[in-house]
Each structure stands twice: as structure tokens, then as C-alpha cells.
């Protein structure tokens, strides 16, 4: 076992926590002490962070398609894929379900709508009145449900990779990589080793690109913190904590009974282990861009196999996203409330519902959330209140969309452990488990 790696990587983590703590200490002295001067430095900084969520987006399409490729190629049984792949979409709505109902439940518990008086509302919705319109008008060129279903399908591969376009990207993957599991062993295997050979170099570049992820995290923090207007986190302060209740609540039981019971793996010995991805998750507020280290940590430190992490993850980055489908039901209750609106059982299954499917269709980039839970809100009839109630808390948005991203990366990796254990792999985390796999060679490991 290379422990020189493994004590490298934990250093590698506790750097970017010290990094985020850092940043958000500097941005929080320098938004406090109106220092107009060290605001400029950070938000000078800030392209440093922008250039390493770039190059770490840069390694999604060549780490997805190889991974995928080997993964499902390798695999030898499409059999063995289709029950992975129902296994992932039923478990993945099943926790998205959950997630809605305790936004709901929160958000019923804590009321954070009726604590805003009527001059805060109306101040905070035409502070933010053109840049929510704008969102609107993004919402309203949302393709429809079919429309969606179809673009699965890739008319040009190599344009949905260019576009970053996850969905069709997986779609047309998994089925070229079918096709090479049927071909002639010789040919098979010659596609295969190349595309471990893609795999493995790409992990590399991943690897050298986290060394600069401190630095990275502390720039992108302590512009955004240096940036918030903190009057405005006081006026939706109680909007803000419900939305976390929700989501540490959804991430301690839903998350902790699946890990618990269905990976059968301790759950704080699992947060410290994938904590790289949710930090990561925190500071580009990106799913997508995270992938790679979510990949990368589902492997290395779960020791999840490459066919399981290499559907389960980038599926997820692009269909699962619990924090971001419980964020909008409270985002919902809390506008009804505002506006005096009741949301009676059936509007809030119907919630439950949109919500649900409204995360599927969000890609995963920052604050897409906002603009597909204009889908939401429209089908709960407020329509009328859509642009005023996105106004009224856009001002928060980003700091959520942090938070949220975290979670939906979270459950992303609870995900591949729990579709991992079922189909009975060896993810315990006994010394010489996960850690072990590290030294199996990709050829070995098939
Ligand atoms: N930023 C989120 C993600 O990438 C999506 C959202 O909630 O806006 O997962």
C-alpha cells in the first residue's frame, strides 16, 4: 500500500479547508471594514480560481468518455448494466423525493415566508428586479419534456462534447461501449487498453491539477464573500437557515441510514473519506466541474469499481441533484408565504413532483437551480409572483448554490457506495480495503 499517497492526499484536504477558512475570513474582515482596497485585491484574485475550475472542467469529456468506456466495456454482460442503470435512476429519484419532503416539512415548520415584513420584500424584489428578469426570460426558453427526452439522444456525439452536454455524451458512450463488449476479443481489447491508457492519464492531470486547489479555493471564496452584501443575508437570514436545516437534515438521515444501512459502511468515517469532492463542490458551486474529483475520490477512497463510478457518478452530476430539488421547495413555500399564498397537500405533491423532475433537467452548473425552479413555480400557480419572488432571493442565491452543490455531490458518491454494495463489492474500509485498490492495475482490476 503506498501510504506516501495517502498521506498526501489527506494533506491535500486539510489544504483546502484551511484555504476555504481562510478565504472567507479575508472576504468577511475586508466586507465588514468596508476595505475597498483589500476588496479589489480579492476580487483581483479571483481568476485564479476561475482558470482552476476551467482546467479542472477541461479533463470531464476525456475522463467520462474513457471511464465510461472501460467501465461498461469491460463489464461483459449488459445485463449486469441494465440492472446498474434502474438500480441508479430508482435510487436517485428515491432520494430526490425524500429531499423535496423535508424542504416541504421545514419549510412548513419554520414559516420562513411570514417573517418578512411587506418593506423588506418589496425593497429586496426591485433591488433584483432586471437581473430576475433576465433568469425569466432563460426559464421561458427551457425546452419542453419531450424536447428534453429526445436531446438524450445525440444527433453528433463529438457536438454534445463540445457543448459539455453530459446526457447524450453518457448515452452515446454506454452504447458504443456495449458494441465493443460484443466485437471480437482481439479488436475489444486493443479499444479497451487505449481507453485505460485516456483513463489513467487523466487521472493524472486531475492529480496535478487539485495540487493548486488551496490556492484556487481561497480566491474563489474571498472574492464571493468579499462581494455579498451582508445586510442582505440578514434580511433572508431565516429563509437562508431553513434552507440549511433541510439540507444537513437531509444529509444526516438520508444520507446516514443509506450509508449506514444499505452501504453498510460507517457514515463519518465515509464524510472524512470523500470530503475533497463536497469542498471542491463548495468552492466552483459546479457538480460538473467537480466530477472529475468525485470520480476520482469514489474510487481511490470508497474503492468503488470503475463500471459502478463510471455510470453512477457522471449520471448523477447530471440527473441527481437532492439539494438542489430541496432548495426549491423551500424557495417555493417561502415566496407562497411571502405573498399570503396558501399551498395547500396537493400543490405541495405537486411540488414534490416538478421539483423532482425539475432536478433532473438542471444542468449541473452554478445557479441553475434558480432557473428551473421557474418550472416549479409556475406549476404551483405563481406564476403571477415568478419574477418578484426569483428577486427576492437572488440576493442569496450563490452562497445557497454552494451549499446545495455540496449536498448533490454528496449524494452523488452515497449513491455509488450503496449501488456498489449491492452489487456486492468490497467497499469496507478495513485497512488494505479501498486503499488497496489503488495499487490494482486498471488491466487487474477487470
Ligand atoms: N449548482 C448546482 C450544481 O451544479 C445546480 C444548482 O442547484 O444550481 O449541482
Not at 33 to 43: E, F, H, P, R, S
Request: proline share 4%.
Amino acid at each position: 500500500m503506498d501510504l506516501t499517497k495517502g498521506t498526501a492526499r489527506m494533506q491535500l484536504y486539510t489544504k483546502i479547508l484551511l484555504g476555504l477558512i481562510l478565504g472567507a475570513v479575508v472576504g468577511f474582515v475586508a466586507n465588514v471594514a468596508g476595505l475597498t482596497w483589500l476588496q479589489a485585491v480579492l476580487i483581483s484574485l479571483e481568476p485564479l480560481g476561475t482558470a482552476f475550475i476551467r482546467a479542472i472542467t477541461m479533463i470531464v469529456v476525456p475522463l467520462v468518455v474513457a471511464s465510461l468506456m472501460v467501465g461498461t466495456a469491460s463489464l461483459g454482460d449488459l445485463a449486469k448494466l441494465g440492472r446498474i442503470g434502474g438500480k441508479t435512476v430508482g435510487y436517485y429519484m428515491c432520494t430526490t423525493a425524500v429531499a423535496v419532503t423535508i424542504g416541504l416539512i421545514v419549510s412548513n415548520f419554520f414559516k420562513p415566508g411570514s417573517r418578512i415584513d411587506e418593506s423588506t420584500r418589496d425593497a429586496l424584489a426591485s433591488q433584483f428586479e432586471g437581473e430576475a428578469a433576465s433568469r425569466v426570460v432563460l426559464a421561458e426558453e427551457a425546452p419542453t419534456v419531450v424536447e428534453t427526452l429526445l436531446s438524450i439522444i445525440p444527433r453528433n456525439p463529438v457536438q454534445a462534447a463540445a457543448e459539455l452536454d453530459l446526457l447524450p455524451l453518457i448515452f452515446f458512450t454506454i452504447v458504443f461501449a456495449a458494441a465493443v463488449s460484443v466485437i471480437a476479443p482481439k479488436r475489444r481489447d486493443a479499444v479497451i487498453t487505449f481507453f485505460e491508457g485516456v483513463n489513467d492519464a487523466s487521472m493524472v492531470v486531475i492529480d496535478w491539477i487539485m495540487k493548486t486547489a488551496p490556492y484556487a479555493v481561497f480566491a474563489l471564496i474571498a472574492a464571493v464573500v468579499s462581494r455579498f452584501g451582508l445586510d442582505l443575508l440578514q434580511s433572508l437570514l431565516i429563509y437562508s437557515g431553513v434552507v440549511v436545516i433541510g439540507l444537513l437534515l437531509h444529509l444526516t438521515i438520508t444520507y446516514g441510514l443509506a450509508v449506514r444501512f444499505l452501504a453498510k459502511l460507517n457514515f463519518i468515517e465515509f464524510l472524512r473519506r470523500i470530503a475533497n469532492a463536497p469542498l471542491v463542490a463548495f468552492s466552483t458551486s459546479s457538480s460538473n466541474a467537480t466530477l472529475p474529483v468525485t470520480m476520482e475520490t469514489a474510487e481511490e477512497k470508497l474503492g468503488v469499481s470503475k463500471p459502478v463510478s463510471s455510470f453512477v457518478l457522471p449520471l448523477g452530476a447530471t440527473i441527481n441533484m437532492d439539494g438542489t430539488a430541496l432548495y426549491q421547495a423551500v424557495a417555493v413555500m417561502f415566496i407562497a408565504q411571502i405573498y399570503g399564498i396558501d399551498i395547500g397537500i396537493t400543490e405541495q405533491l405537486i411540488v414534490v413532483l416538478t421539483a423532482t423532475l425539475a432536478s433532473i433537467g438542471a444542468a449541473g452548473v452554478p445557479s441553475a437551480g434558480i432557473i428551473t425552479l421557474i418550472i416549479v413555480l409556475n406549476a404551483v400557480g405563481l406564476g403571477a409572483q415568478v419574477q418578484a419572488g426569483i428577486a427576492l432571493i437572488l440576493g442569496v442565491d450563490r452562497i445557497l448554490d454552494m451549499i446545495r452543490t455540496s449536498v448533490n455531490v454528496t449524494g452523488d458518491l452515497t449513491a455509488s457506495a450503496v449501488v456498489a454494495r449491492s452489487e456486492g463489492e468490497d467497499i469496507s474500509f478495513r485497512s488494505g480495503g479501498p486503499q488497496a485498490r489503488q495499487e490494482v492495475p486498471v488491466e487487474a482490476a477487470r
